[in-house]
Nanobody, 118 residues
Framework: QVHMVESGGGLVQAGGSLRLSCAAS????????MGWYRQAPGKQRELVAG???????NYADSVKGRFTISRDNAKNTVYLQMNSLKPEDAAVYYC????????????WGQGTQVTVSS
């Protein structure tokens, strides 16, 4: 069992920045991808950004050029740097780790609220 613990959410004005962090409670030896998802009220959870254990990244079109995902494998931690925040970025942000294998494993954080005031 892996627990994902998020931090860094909060209230920020439009145009501002926040950095989210998410630490896994255990060392992850298997090939994996880590990612950030978000869910706004009344909307489905959507992928914001993902990063493989080798460092390959992908982003939702809505955040390209503004958000940067990174990871520190030695610390089992994934980060999301969010710049130029917009009111539409407001949501609960969840981190995720997906472990590849014959029997994949998938773990989620508890979520952290990001609020962007206009």
């Amino acid at each position: 069992q892996v627990h994902m613990v998020e931090s860094g959410g909060g209230l920020v004005q439009a145009g501002g920045s926040l950095r989210l962090s998410c630490a896994a409670s255990a060392v992850i030896f298997r090939p994996n991808s880590m990612g950030w998802y978000r869910q706004a009220p009344g909307k489905q959870r959507e992928l914001v950004a993902g990063i493989s254990s080798g460092g390959s990244t992908n982003y939702a079109d809505s955040v390209k050029g503004r958000f940067t995902i990174s990871r520190d494998n030695a610390k089992n931690t994934v980060y999301l740097q969010m710049n130029s925040l917009k009111p539409e970025d407001a949501a609960v942000y969840y981190c995720n780790v997906y472990m590849y294998g014959v029997v994949p494993d998938n773990y989620w954080g508890q979520g952290t609220q990001v609020t962007v005031s206009s």
